[in-house]
Structure formats: C-alpha cells, structure tokens
C-alpha cells in the first residue's frame, strides 16, 4: 500500500446557514479544499462524499452524482461516491478515500462530507438523527437518540461514579475551545452553571449536553505521499486507519459504558501507524453528547476505564492538557452537520499539525487523532495523522 | 352438559379523579354529585391505554390463573363500546396477544354495557354444543362522557376477561335469561365522540325495567329467591341504581357488597359487570351461589345463575392481580390532566 | 407514511416477546435472528423461536423529556433498557409508576400498550411495555 498524505482542506462555517442550500455548502468546501491543494479539476480522478440522511433532510439520494455535477466534474465522469455510516459517514469517507489512493487505484481523491439538516423541523430533525439507533428495537419504543446516550450515562454514573459536573465540564471545555474559533457554530464560552440549568432533554443529559442541528461541510485533498510536496510544503500523512462495528442497538452491547468498536478500530489504526496513545498530541473525537467524549477518551486509550470524567474534570484535556481533545471545540461547540463532521475533525488536526490553529493552536502538535462514530457506538473510524 | 368458568381475570387503570375535581371546572357542587351517585372516584385511562390494552391485560391476567393451552381456545369475543376501531375487531389483537391464533373464531361485540355478558352467553352456547373447548368473553371500556354531562362523572375505564369451558370449572352458570326491547335511553352515532342519554328516561323505562324484567325472569325459571344467593352483581352505572334494584328484589347490602365497585372505579360499562363479579369470585368459597344481572341500553338485561364449586379451592387465583390489588398505587389527577389523557383538549394539526 | 406491513411482521415479537434460543449454544436473542452471532453458521437449522417470560430487571433508564410526537401525551416519559430474566437486554418505556421511583435494578415485568398511531384514521400500533413489578400483600 502507498502511504497517503493530505494536500488541502477545506470548510464552511457551520450552523443555521439559512442562505445556502446542501449544493451550495457541498461545492464551498470542496472548491476551499481544491483550492488549498493548489490543484486543478483535471487532476481529480476520484469524489467520495460523506452524507447521512440527504433522502429524508432534503428528499434528495444519489449524493454523489449530485456533488460531482454541481463542482464541474461530472462533464469529466469523474466517479463519485456517496458514503453512508450515520453519524461516521465522513470519517467512513475519509478512509474509503484513503484506500482508493492507498491502493494506486486513483492518485488525486477528493474526499468531503456534508448535510444540510435545518430544511426539515426540529421534531422531524430529531426522528431522522434517531434512524442511527435500532429503528424497529429501540426507536419505535420510545427511545429517541438522547435517550439512549442518557442510558449510557447514567449507567456510567452508576459504575464508575462520574458525576454531573464532570458531565457539564465536557461542554465548557469545548464551547471555550469553540469561542476561538471563528468557523465555530457556537463562539461563546459557558459554565458549569449554564450547563446544569439547560432545560432537560433526557435525564441526565441536558441541552447543553448535546451537540446542535447544523448545517455545513468540510473537505480534504488526499494524494500519494510521494507526490504532496508539488502541491504543498506541509503534506500531513494519514498514517493510521481503524474502522470497527458492532451491534445495531444499545442493549446488545456486551457493556453499555464501553463503546467497543472504539477501542478495536483504535487498536487497528494505532498498529497501523506503529504509534501508541502517548504519541498523540491532539485528537478531535465525537462527542455528539457529553458522555460520549467521556467513552471516547477512555476507550481510545486515553484514559483508563471509568477515568474519562475525573480526567476531564482535573483538565487533562484541555489545550494545555496531556492530549488536547476537541481543540476545534468538538460537535459540542464547532457544530454537528452530520456526514460533514467526520471531515471536519479532519480538517482541524491538519490545521493542528501544519501550526496554524491561530488561538487553538496546541503547542508542538506532531501527531494528530480523528474519531468518528455512527449510531450509539455501531460504526467507528479513527485515523491517525503526522506531519509529512 | 354444564359449562362455567374456568378462570377469569381483570384490569383496571391506575388513574382517578373524583366527582369533586371535574366538579370544579363546570361550576358544579361535585361533593354532591358524589354523594348522589354513590362515585368516590372513577378509572381514567393513560394516553397509551384502550379498549383492547385493558382486554388483553385482563385476557392474559385470566390466562396465568389456568394451566389451559391457548390453542384449545375455540372462540374470542370482545365486547365494548369503545372499541379502538370502528371496523377491525379488538377480539383479534387479544387473541394474538395470547397467543390463541389463529384456529379460533373472533368478532366484536356491541350492546352498550352489556356486550361483554352478550360475549359470555355467545360462549356458553358454543361450548355447550362441543362445537369448541374453550370460549374467552371478554367486557371492556375507555367510555367517554361528554364534558360538563352528567355522564362525564361516571364513565371510566376497566375490563374483565372469562375463559368458558365445560372441564375444571370454578364456577358452573346453571342457567341464563336475557330480557331484550328496542328502548333508545343512551346511544352515540356512528362518527360522534360523546353518547347522548334521556335524561331521567334512563331510569324506570330502561335500567329498572330491564334489570327487574331480567332478574324476575331467572328467579322464575330457576325457582329461586334473592336469599338462594350468596352475592349479588348488577349493573352499576353509579352506586346508587344497583342499590335500589337490588333492594326492590330483596337483597341485602352484604350480598351487594362485594360486587359494588362503580363507588371506587366509576361505571365501567362493559366491564361493569364482569369487574363485579370478578372482585365476588375474588372471594368466594365452593358452595357459594351468584346472581348477576348486568344491563345495556337500548336495551338488554342478561341475567345468570352461577354456582361456585370445589375447584375454586384449587384455582390459581394468586397468579394474577385481584380487584383489591388493581385498587392500590393508585395516582389521582386533575381536570386538566385527565382531559389531556382523554383527548378532550383540541389540539394543534401537522 | 403507510407503515402497516412492517408494524405487522413484528407483531409476534411486539406483543408477545418472541425472540430465538440459538440451540447450539444456548444463548437467547432478541428480536429473532437468523443466525446465532456467535456460533453463525453452525447455528443453522438450530434456532428456535421462544417467548421470554416478560420479567427482568431496570439496567438503566432516563426520563425522556424531548420525544416524538406520538409520545407527546406522556412526556414526560420513562425508558429503559431493562435485563430480561434470560439474560437479553430489551430497551423500552417503563410506566405507571413515578420516575423517582425507580432505580437501577427495580424489577419490572412486560405489559401491552399504544406505542404509537398513523394518526386518527390510521392503524393503532401496540407493543410492549414495562411496568414495576408490584410487591405482593401481606
């Protein structure tokens, strides 16, 4: 396999983008991206775009025909796929993309993820995201997509005694990250306070413990690593991917408080890139919920089973911390366009590792992580990154 | 060749309010009314209970008491009139439910209150021709009243279910008369949401009538007295009109006692009297005789006879909840609660 | 949206709790599965349709404040993901009873309730629900 390096990335802001449409926010990341990459279209032998549900947000399938078309390079029949894995669909991208350059199949690859998801009401928003858990087992009886991390989380309470504070320290910690960011959806920083009076969504977790609706898209140029250096003086390399499953619904996991696929696809890529958790400086991992950065942090090795709240709490993650987690300000702050997340945790360790995170900027950045997870824990992707 | 019941069961919501708290709301003195309906409080259903949640809860609370296959189950009917759907019969849903699919024959019945006693004598017959094993009757309600109506005081929500056979009985009905007249004292049209009533037609025209013609009519055909029985079930659209009858027959307040629910769950309609003779077989002894009469406008009485016998003493009757136990943890709501729960708030459309 | 063949398939397992015993290990599923997870293929020919008793225990559980229309009546509203006796995990409401009621490990057994409509003329959908288990009388 060739080794794979990331020559431009590309963004929107994200949030209620009330003035563009899904063609729209698609095509401005993917020209950003292009454009960062110092390419032309002719270079582009391959599209692959992450989306979760454009079918029930914007009634509209066959996305990667639609992306190709709209960024001019449907005329050229570049080939475009759409990549589907709920809530991992740009991560799952992202190495779907990875492995077409990887195996020599395709040189210049365009990989972007995007969603549009407040064309739609919050109550139908709501019903689409929940299709990410078990439709006919746990949706259809009532539990809705916060209510299954609310599950999780109070399990976790109850086995390892985190606590609600430590929950609600998760969300400040991103929203400061958030405020120094000015592509975040949210740039206001908050406290424990705002968290812990946030209207109730499912106890335990409230408003503030959950990631927005947003609109957005992210995208990256991926390129043979022996060739980056024509397009740009800092290629970062993908050194590293894992991706892993597991049960459809929550309650066939073997422990509600351990998101298995997590620790397997990290074990995978961190063989992969023959690096250990220690090496990593800054990592941008899902935390569509609070709880749900508390997991992360613990299964991808981090923090020891049962720690990720203690650890959260005394600050070990924050920009200054022993791993930088979610610098960009995490779903929480940065926003959640679903397929685009994946990307956008993408785009943010390269801005990391070239050194031009600006006031995020975690200090020495080598090695970057990216985790991306579908449904309550079924799919997950990490990769791994290192300047070239 | 006799047939009786081989096991029963029953159900009623956890929800109440009382006379008083609907009172309230309509300007009118609900101690009273309490008093004068003989009502503490009636059964209101939760948003996500109906007819047939209630029939199969006391379907399967019936099943648990027997050791009987559910596949020898012959026939299944439901009678209500507050069936979920106007056209698919609730009977079908129970059965599934107790997993009595799908060798059996099934419809729904209606006859105001009395369409769960209708149900029971539909199963005496098949039983007792051999045409089937077994036979489920089965009594439930979510009644409506009108807001602000006299009924909206009364009409709750309860059911009971009866396994009919001809083997291992707990009770044997010996013997059933129906007294039957076209009498329009309560109806509803297909298509409205409230029944309309006569008024004080309701009275000596219909209920007396027919419970006095229904109950004079068994007595004679069975050469028996009100003091032949042990207890006594009428229908209870409120305390007081069970009362009355069963004083002009001659019973005594012991022998109603039992069976009066209607002061703590409201007039359950077709449950009415299947939920009172539920609660007298909760305690009867072998030996003990039942006079039930139960009534439907329109109207109808069914009358029967029944005998309780020595397999009572054996019957599984801890298996399943008791009226007295379906009577605890009891959570009492306000007007605005229980007409959320009922559906009388119009709400916003898609 | 027309649902009435994809409720109906499941009604076996939606009212009555039936999933599968895999007959070579002799582990239970539920739903039903067509092969046994961990023995796959062997477990061909070996699956057998069961009904779980309905009785279990609160693994976990959350109060539902924000839900689907259909639940709007009941917010807000109890779910869990309750430990059946046979030792599968089933997610789903736990009602009348008060949330602060109930805790990890309160036991509870399975009921028939609405879980949803297709709106005022359509199809009723029902299903299972949990309920505590009450204690019994002196």
Redesign the interface.
Known sequence: MRRVAIIGVGDTEFGELWDYSFRDIGIQAGLAAVADANITADKIDALYVGNMSAGRFIEQEHIGALIADYSGLARDHVPATRVEAAGASGGLALRQGFLAVASGLHDIVVVGGAEKMTDVSDVESAMIQSSAADQEWETVLGATFPALHALIAHRHMHQHGTTREQLADVAVKNHKNGSLNPKAQFQREITRETVMSSPLVSSPLRVFDCAPSSDGAAAVVLCPLEAAKKYTEMPIEIIGTGQASDSLSLHDRKDICTMEATRVAAKRAFEMANLTQKDVDVAEVHDNFTISEILAIEDLGFFKKGEGGRATEAGLTSLTGEVAVNSSGGLKARGDPIGATGLAQAVEIVAQLRGKADKRQVKDATVGLTHNVGGTGATVVVHLFRRG | MKVGIVSYGAYVPRYRITPEEIGKVWGVDGKSMSKGLMINCKSVPSPDEDTITIAVEAARNMMKRCEVDPQDIGALYVGSESHPYAVKPSGTIVAEAIEASPHLTVADYEFACKAGTAAIQTCMGLVGSGMVKYGVAIGADTSQGAPGDALEYSASAGGAAFLIGAEKMIATIDRTYSYTTDTPDFWRREGEMYPRHGGRFTGEPAYFKHVLNGAKGLMERTGSTAKDYTYAVFHQPNGKFPTRVAKQLGFTDPQIKTGLLAPLIGNTYSGAVPLGLSAILDEAKAGDRIFAVAYGSGAGSDAFDIHVTDEIEKYARHKAPTIKELNTNLKFLDYAIYAKFRGKIILGSE | MATEPRFWR???SR??LVGIKCNSCGRHF??PRAICPVCHRKSVGKIERI?LKGEGKI???????????E?S??K??V???VEMEEG??????V??CE?CDLR?GTPVRV??????DEGPSGV??????FVPV?EK?P
């Open positions: 499941e009604n076996p009212y009555n539920f739903p009904k693994f976990s559980l959350t109060e539902v404040q924000e839900g689907p229309e639940l009546m009941q807000p509203y779910v869990a993901m599968v995990r089933v997610t789903g409401q009602i009348d949330a990890i009921t028939l309730r609405k879980l949803s009723i959908h029902y299903g299972y629900k009450k009388a």
